[in-house]
Antibody, heavy 127, light 110 residues
Framework: QVQLQESGPGLVKPSQTLSLTCTVS??????????WSWIRQHPGKGLEWIGN???????YYNPSLKSRVSLSMDTSKNQFSLYLSSVTPADTAVFYC???????????????????WGQGTLVTVSS | QSALTQPASVSGSPGQSITISCTGT?????????VSWYQQHPGKAPKVMIS???ERPSGVSNRFSGSKSGNTASLTISGLQAEDEADYYCCSYAGSSTVVFGGGTKLTVL
């Protein structure tokens, strides 16, 4: 059974960089066929996809956040991380990490779903 | 990349059926059979209920079903139960390796 667990500071000051790590157990993040994803949910609001990373290092970002987001992966620790720069109070949200199986056809790979999720961690941006 | 459109709320009585719509565009829902649906109870992480338009993951009740027509996907819950009361989100592959979610629908079981 795959399990994901987010970790990181619960409070970040405005203009700083938010940094979160997702630790995966019950499966290897180096196994093919899965993107590893970050999704956030502003308080009382809907879900927003942030980005995906593949074990090869390929990354894919939400265009609306692309200029501030970076994803990385440490396969030796079975972890992947999110970095969101220049945060403001509007970035306050619950952040989830998730696994996204994908399929490829005609040379294009497309994520199908998010099948395993972490429990989520609340990050508040405030001075 | 705009969020998919869902009704803010739907309601139904126990035993009834309800349908939640999810409207996108020809760039996302209309172009790919890669729509998924998630159930989220308060304070909990989302749980996938339907993937690839109509596939039900192992362990999900067969009371949940999905479909798609054109740019609109739908989630139907039959035999409504109190435990179905939750927020529901649709999600679609949107091209260029991106994904987009719907705004969410609050289901109330009367």
């Amino acid at each position: 059974q795959v399990q994901l667990q987010e970790s990181g500071p619960g409070l970040v000051k405005p203009s700083q960089t938010l940094s979160l790590t997702c630790t995966v157990s019950g499966g290897s993040i180096s196994s093919g066929g899965y993107y590893w994803s970050w999704i956030r949910q502003h308080p009382g609001k809907g879900l927003e996809w942030i980005g995906n990373i593949y074990y090869t290092g390929s990354t894919y970002y939400n265009p609306s956040l692309k200029s501030r987001v970076s994803l990385s992966m440490d396969t030796s620790k079975n972890q992947f991380s999110l970095y969101l720069s220049s945060v403001t109070p509007a970035d306050t949200a619950v952040f989830y990490c998730a696994r996204a199986p994908f399929g490829c056809r005609d040379g294009t790979c497309r994520s199908k779903t998010f099948d395993y999720w972490g429990q989520g961690t609340l990050v508040t941006v405030s001075s | 990349q705009s969020a998919l459109t869902q009704p803010a709320s739907v309601s139904g009585s126990p035993g009834q059926s309800i349908t939640i719509s999810c409207t996108g565009t020809s760039s996302d829902v209309g172009s790919y059979n890669l729509v998924s649906w998630y159930q989220q109870h308060p304070g909990k992480a989302p749980k996938v209920m339907i993937s690839e338009v109509s596939e039900r993951p192992s362990g999900v009740s067969n009371r949940f079903s999905g479909s798609k027509s054109g740019n609109t996907a739908s989630l139907t819950i039959s035999g409504l139960q109190a435990e179905d009361e939750a927020d529901y989100y649709c999600c679609s592959y949107a091209g260029s390796s991106t994904v987009v979610f719907g705004g969410g629908t609050k289901l109330t079981v009367l």
